[in-house]
């Protein structure tokens, strides 16, 4: 599985970013998308998750409210809306897949991941 991860960049507080994850390669029958972000120095963290039916499987604390996450199956991708950006929003966005259903939000769940993509929110 290949997982292209792109719309990252630089914006400004309150601003808002969408973040696309293409899959290709091998495909599964069930499976869990997720989206993680690690920011310098810190530990890579769980943003949000969904299922291969398009169920959200939720999302992380400091982002709920202001991220969405979706999917398009026709197109293999994921999305992940982001709003109201802040600064404590930036680090590098990794989307990851599970080849199963998990609610686990630790990233060593996760088999298959993208290469990253940067989001800097200035304030």
């Known amino acids: 599985v290949q997982l292209q991860a792109s719309g990252g960049g630089l914006v400004q507080a309150g601003d808002s970013l969408r973040l696309s994850c293409t899959a290709s390669?091998?495909?599964?029958?069930?499976?869990?998308m997720g989206w993680f972000r690690q920011a310098p120095g810190k530990e890579r963290e769980f943003v949000a998750a969904?299922?291969?039916?398009?169920?959200?499987?939720g999302y992380a604390d400091s982002v709920k409210g202001r991220f969405t996450i979706s999917d398009d199956n026709s197109k293999n991708t994921v999305y992940l809306q982001m709003d109201s950006l802040k600064p404590e929003d930036t680090a590098v966005y990794y989307c990851?897949?599970?080849?199963?259903?998990?609610?686990?939000?630790?990233?060593?769940?996760?088999?298959?991941w993208g290469q990253g993509t940067l989001v800097t929110v200035s304030s």
């Open positions: 990851a897949m599970d080849p199963g259903y998990t609610r686990n939000r630790s990233p060593l769940h996760y088999n298959y």
């Open positions: 390669g091998r495909t599964f029958r069930i499976y869990t």
């Open positions: 969904i299922s291969w039916s398009g169920g959200s499987l």
